[in-house]
């Protein structure tokens, strides 16, 4: 494998790690990136699309600007520039992320502050979906042995057989600042990281699982309809 | 009227279009607006049944013919709701005006209800002609997509101030229902456009008003699903969720509706085909032959014949006071359609 290979490989890779905000999936994974070549002087260039032309701009500029982030901070990768394809503001943000001009200085008059707040509302869902897919098979054991699902409530993360949708999880309350350690609960208030009353379980597990079923939605109209938007490419 | 088995379902279309999408249409310096529209809307299409897909030149501009066999010769609707959306920035003539609906409804009588539109960005000369459209097309109902783009503006909320002017002119014109269509622009652009939180407020301040939310808040399904527990008038309009989910993906739709039923209840869900994105035949059809695929859902709320009935024409007739023939009446048993007090209030103790 040749040294431009290697950081090409090493880029996608980084790619990898950028997630689409809504629907917490990876954007490699979600088939939007189209292209991720390294030139031999070590010029990335990146092109996204996205599955409709008027996908909502704040998540398409976070994923475009998280690209540039992972893929400039690849070893080997001089320049990087990310090209946002087919859609309404691509101008706007193409040209915002390549003058690191943040959401507000590509957005002129648009926008009042930069997405962390978004970012943090969406990760916030995302903990409270991992919730329902960590606590599903749990509920279903607690229901065959005639256990009240409040039971859920005394077990930490550490109680909890090892899964990716665990680990995941974890990874996204950490993401947020929330206790994510062995010893920290399982059922915490996404906002707060306080522990969930008794009470207040059974709305929690259906919040959770509501909120799943939505991102699952959304996903599986999203996936749809980029694959009517591109049939020809390979998938 | 479709019957099945025996049973006789009077059909409500409470979401449709009578669009002009082709390039005819498309105002100049826009077109690629114009044309992303249509191409995005075309593509929510490919969602359904493949026999059901139209090339893109029928798509950009149906015929009446083609509106009037598809919906109510092949489509078993009694009733067809017009739901207009101007685009007029993009659309020379707008997209699906209350004009255009209203002149193929005058040709039908009792086939249509004319609903019209208002944006509260519009000032004193939207409210002369939200006024003119009321008076002139009976107009019980309002279509608001409140990302539409307006002279330089990306969009607003129903908590605006210039919103609530406009909804109690609506109210006092006498205006039931406001159907409300989030996109993905809005002002500020930092914030989530298709949060449903202005709706909460409006739901709240304005009780005589219906507020139905189309496509049930999609893609913010569990934000709508909670604010519905909280607002006896705010209904689950299921445009798109049986278009697209239903036939596409067959497991999530059903956890979808597992979720509606739980959280908004068979009383506040109404059928939309979303026409001309998908034709009502096999919606309609799908619908009445389906239930849950297994016993994986079996937490969710059972769905019946009345559950049925209620969802694809019952609730809205109610909303619209649409006269259903006796035979396909429920049995009193069976609730009261449109019911504001039978939503399912789930609070946090």
Not at chain 1, 29 to 47: D, I, Y
Not at chain 2, 56 to 81: R, T
Not at chain 2, 291 to 313: H, N, Q, W
Not at chain 2, 319 to 337: F, H, M, R, W
Request: with cysteine; net charge negative.
């Amino acid at each position: 494998m040749t040294i431009t290979a290697d950081v090409a490989s090493a880029a996608w890779a980084a790619l990898a790690g950028v997630r689409d905000p809504e629907l917490d999936e990876p954007i490699t994974a979600l088939k939007f990136v189209a292209s991720c070549t390294v030139s031999p002087g070590g010029e990335a260039q990146v092109r996204l699309r996205l599955p409709t032309y008027f996908c909502a701009p704040n998540f398409a500029y976070l994923m475009v600007a998280d690209a540039y982030d992972a893929v400039a901070a690849v070893p080997g990768v001089g320049r990087a520039e990310v090209i946002l394809e087919d859609h309404f503001a691509a101008d706007a943000i193409n040209d915002g992320v390549a003058a690191q001009a943040g959401f507000v200085g590509s957005f002129t008059g648009e926008a009042i502050a930069e997405l962390d707040e978004l970012r943090a509302a969406f990760l916030r869902k995302a903990v409270m979906a991992g919730t329902d897919q960590v606590c599903r098979p749990l509920l279903a054991e607690l229901q065959a042995a005639g256990t009240d699902p409040a039971a859920l409530r005394s077990l930490s993360l550490g109680d909890v057989p090892p899964s990716p949708q665990l680990d995941r999880l974890r990874r996204r309350r950490a993401d947020l600042g929330l206790p994510a350690g062995d010893e920290s609960p399982l059922l915490i208030d996404p906002e707060s990281g306080a522990v969930v009353s008794a009470e207040a379980v059974p709305l929690h597990l259906r919040r959770a699982r509501v909120t799943r079923a939505g991102i699952e939605a959304n996903t599986s109209i999203c996936s749809g309809m980029l694959r009517q938007r591109y049939p020809s490419d390979p998938q | 009227m479709y019957t099945k088995d025996g049973e006789k379902y009077f059909i409500v279309d409470s979401h449709m279009h009578f669009w002009n999408a082709a390039p005819d249409n498309w105002v100049p310096g826009a077109e690629q607006y114009a044309k992303g529209w249509i191409e995005c809307f075309h593509a929510y299409q490919s969602l359904g049944p493949k026999e059901t897909h139209w090339p893109i030149e029928k798509f950009q501009k149906y015929s009446e013919d083609d509106l009037m066999k598809d919906v109510f010769g092949d489509g078993h609707v009694d009733v067809a709701v017009f739901q207009p959306t101007y685009l007029k920035e993009w659309y020379a003539e707008g997209f699906n005006t209350t004009e255009r609906n209203a002149a193929l409804g005058e040709k039908h009588p009792g086939m249509f209800v004319a609903n019209t539109r208002f944006d509260p960005r519009d000032g004193d000369a939207g409210l002369d002609e939200l006024r003119r459209n009321v008076e002139r097309y009976g107009s019980r109902g309002v279509k608001l997509y409140t990302a539409e783009w307006n002279n330089g503006s990306r969009g607003y909320k129903l908590s605006d101030p210039a919103a609530y002017r406009y909804l109690e002119a609506a109210q006092q014109l006498g205006i039931k229902n406001i159907h409300v269509h989030k996109g993905p622009t809005i002002w500020p652009l930092d914030k989530d456009a298709f949060d449903v939180s202005d709706v909460d407020h409006a739901a709240t301040d304005f009780p005589g008003l219906n507020f139905i939310v189309e496509h049930v808040g999609l893609p913010r399904i569990e934000d709508f699903c909670f604010m519905a527990t909280q607002e006896p008038n705010v209904y689950a309009g299921l445009s798109v969720v049986i278009g697209g989910l239903m036939h596409a993906r067959p497991k999530f739709f059903a956890k979808v509706m597992g979720e509606l039923l739980f959280w908004v209840g068979e009383d506040k869900m109404t059928f939309g085909s979303d026409y001309g994105i998908w034709e009502p035949k096999w919606q309609v059809e799908g619908f009445i032959d389906w239930d849950y695929p297994s016993d994986e859902f079996s937490d969710y709320p059972r769905v019946t014949t009345a559950t049925k009935k209620k969802i694809l024409g019952l609730n809205a007739a109610r909303l619209y006071d649409i006269k259903v023939p006796d035979e396909c009446q429920l049995p009193a048993s069976s609730g009261t359609p449109a019911a504001k007090d039978d939503a399912q209030l789930v609070s946090d103790s």
